[in-house]
T-cell receptor
């Protein structure tokens, strides 16, 4: 069963617009970790944020912010005043502490295109 | 510098010709894992290893082999590659027994094309 859902396959915005990338997850664990990674056209995975399930505080890092809501099992990512360099595929991921398969589960990714 | 190194970065090969993608980490991590990335599917785990000589299947292990003879190395072996194994491959490592419990490190990726 899909454990991480990124419903937006592709998003296109014009530079300086704000954009929110959605991530919904499912888990039975009480302790888990959520991540966002950026994959620019060059292909590598760039770590953006890691958040544990006990810390629901929203986080802001420059133009990036994350909204973690356990009540809706969501961990959304907002880019404020988007720039062309933000164009990339963004992955949300979940790491659980229980179970037999110690895996990081990724969503399908959202391709963000920021046009000048 | 802490890193996970994959080689090669790009590879084009023919169906049936055995190949190995190497992965090495310099952080003394117990946990290592291989993923493949395909459009619309995100990253899916192929195999993982929780320590030397301990490996197990992930979600998509068919057509792949791995070994963990040393802590730092975790090669991915395709004994008889087929075109459906054309993909972008990532190796990852972590200090905990689950990827992500402690910081997860990813290699630069290997883009494999099987013709």
């Amino acid at each position: 069963a899909q454990k991480v859902t990124q419903a937006q396959t592709e998003i296109s915005v014009v530079e300086k617009e704000d954009v929110t990338l959605d991530c919904v997850y499912e888990t039975r664990d009480t302790t888990y970790y959520l991540f966002w990674y950026k994959q620019p056209p060059s292909g590598e995975l760039v770590f953006l944020i890691r958040r544990n399930s006990f810390d629901e505080q929203n986080e802001i890092s420059g133009r990036y912010s994350w909204n973690f809501q356990k009540s809706t099992s969501s961990f959304n990512f907002t880019i404020t005043a988007s720039q062309v360099v933000d164009s990339a595929v963004y992955f949300c991921a979940l790491s659980e502490t229980g179970g037999n398969n110690n895996d990081m589960r990724f969503g399908a990714g959202t391709r963000l295109t920021v046009k000048p | 510098e802490a890193q996970v190194t994959q080689n090669p970065r790009y590879l084009i090969t023919v169906t049936g010709k055995k190949l190995t993608v190497t992965c090495s980490q310099n952080m003394n991590h117990e946990y290592m894992s291989w993923y493949r990335q395909d459009p619309g599917l995100g990253l899916r785990q192929i195999y993982y290893s929780m320590n030397v000589e301990v490996t197990d299947k992930g979600d998509v292990p068919e057509g792949y082999k791995v070994s963990r003879k040393e802590k730092r190395n975790f090669p991915l072996i395709l004994e008889s590659p087929s075109p459906n194994q054309t993909s972008l491959y990532f190796c990852a490592s972590s200090g905990g027994f689950t990827l992500g419990i402690t910081e997860a490190f990813f290699g630069q990726g290997t883009r494999l094309t099987v013709v």
